[in-house]
C-alpha cells in the first residue's frame, strides 16, 4: 500500500505574499496566521502577505513566517482528511514538521523559532561567515576540498541535499577557496548565497547553547507519525528524541538526501510539500528519479492535491 510523507521547506522558500491565498480561502489556515500573531506579540501574519522582502529576509523574521505558513497550510490539509504516514522538514522545516506530528504545539513552535533565528543571526558577525552551493561536485571529491580551503578556518558540509547539490557553510575566506576548489575539482557551479549567517557548521555553536534553555523549557510529546530527522536522517517517535534532534541540528549538516532515501525505502511513492514554494519537491527527482512530488502551500494548490489522491 502506498504511503505519504509530508515534507516541510527550510529558509529560502520565502516570498512576500506567501499564504495570503491560503488564509483568504480557508479558515483553518486563517486561525493559524491569528494564533501566530497572538503569540509574537506582532503581526507576522501581514510580513507574510505583504513583505516587505527585506524585512522577511531577516533570519528571526523568516523563521516563524514560514512556520506559520506551513502550519496553515498543514491545517487545511489535516480539514481535508489528507495525512501523513511520514513527516521530515528541512532545517526550521523539522519545527513545521513536529507541530504536524503532534509534538510541538504551535505557538512554543513559532517563540521557538523567533529565538532561534535571533540566536544564529548572533552567533555570527555580519560578514564573517558564508555559505555556497555546489552544484554536480562529485561527492567523492567534497572531503578534500574542504581540507584544503579550510587553512585554519571553518568551512563544513551544511545540507547534503541531493547527489547534484551540496550546500557548504563557514568563514567566508574558506568558503570562497572552497567554491574555486570545487569548480577545479570538476563541479558544474559553485554559487554564493545570500543568506545572513553561516548555517548548520560548528560556527552555529553559540546559537545551539543559547537554544538549549528554550528547548528543555518547552514541552515536546511522542510523535503521532514518525518523522525523519535532519540530524541522523532516522526514524524517530519519541518527544525526548525531537528535542535532541533539533538541538543537535543546529551545527550539524541536513542530511536530507538521506532522509529522502530512507523514506522511499520505508515504502513512500507519494511526497507532499507543506508550505511555500517547491524546492523540495524539486530535489525528489535528483535523489531518485523515481520518486515525485506535489505541493501545497497556495489555496491554487489543492487541485493537485485531490488528483494525486
Known amino acids: 500500500m502506498s504511503k505519504t510523507a509530508f515534507l516541510f521547506p527550510g529558509q529560502g522558500s520565502q516570498f512576500a505574499g506567501m499564504g495570503k491565498s491560503l488564509s483568504e480561502a480557508y479558515p483553518e489556515a486563517a486561525q493559524v496566521f491569528e494564533e501566530a500573531d497572538r503569540a509574537l506579540g506582532f503581526a507576522i501574519s501581514k510580513l507574510c502577505f505583504e513583505g516587505p522582502e527585506e524585512a522577511l529576509k531577516l533570519t528571526e523574521n523568516t523563521q516563524p513566517a514560514l512556520l506559520t505558513v506551513s502550519v496553515a497550510a498543514h491545517a487545511v490539509l489535516r480539514a481535508k482528511g489528507v495525512v501523513a504516514d511520514y513527516v521530515a522538514g528541512h532545517s526550521l522545516g523539522e519545527y513545521s514538521a513536529l507541530v504536524a506530528a503532534g509534538s510541538l504545539g504551535f505557538g512554543d513552535a513559532v517563540r521557538l523559532v523567533r529565538k532561534r533565528g535571533q540566536y544564529m543571526q548572533a552567533a555570527v558577525p555580519a560578514g564573517v561567515g558564508a555559505m555556497a552551493a555546489l552544484?554536480?561536485?562529485?561527492?567523492?571529491?567534497?572531503?578534500?576540498?574542504?581540507?584544503?580551503?579550510?587553512?585554519?578556518?571553518v568551512v563544513t558540509a551544511a545540507n547534503l541535499n541531493s547527489p547534484d547539490q551540496i550546500v557548504i557553510a563557514g568563514h567566508t575566506g574558506a568558503v570562497n577557496r572552497a567554491a574555486e576548489l570545487a569548480k577545479a575539482a570538476?563541479?558544474?557551479?559553485?554559487?554564493?548565497?545570500?543568506?545572513?549567517?553561516?548555517?548548520?557548521?560548528p560556527l552555529m555553536k553559540p546559537a545551539q547553547e543559547r537554544l538549549k534553555a528554550d528547548l528543555d523549557a518547552?514541552?515536546?510529546?511522542?510523535?503521532?507519525v514518525p518523522l525523519v530527522n535532519?540530524?541522523?536522517?532516522?526514524?524517530?517517535?519519541?518527544?525526548?528524541?525531537?528535542?535532541?534532534g533539533l538541538y543537535n541540528q543546529v551545527p550539524n549538516p541536513v542530511r536530507w538526501s538521506d532522509s529522502i532515501r530512507l523514506l522511499a525505502a520505508n515504502g513512500v511513492t507519494r511526497f507532499?510539500?507543506?508550505?511555500?514554494?517547491?524546492?523540495l519537491t524539486g530535489l525528489l527527482r535528483s535523489i531518485d528519479a523515481s520518486l515525485t512530488g506535489v505541493k501545497f502551500g497556495e489555496a491554487g494548490?489543492?487541485?493537485?492535491?485531490?488528483q494525486s489522491s
Do not use: M
Not at 552544484?135 to 578556518?153: C, F, I, M
Open 135 to 153: 552544484l554536480k561536485l562529485p561527492l567523492e571529491k567534497l572531503d578534500s576540498v574542504l581540507q584544503e580551503a579550510a587553512q585554519g578556518e
Open 186 to 201: 570538476g563541479a558544474k557551479r559553485a554559487i554564493i548565497l545570500p543568506v545572513s549567517a553561516p548555517f548548520h557548521c
Open 218 to 224: 518547552t514541552e515536546f510529546r511522542n510523535l503521532e
Open 230 to 244: 535532519n540530524w541522523q536522517a532516522r526514524e524517530i517517535h519519541s518527544g525526548t528524541e525531537a528535542r535532541e
Open 272 to 279: 507532499v510539500e507543506v508550505g511555500p514554494g517547491a524546492v
Open 301 to 306: 494548490d489543492w487541485e493537485k492535491i485531490g
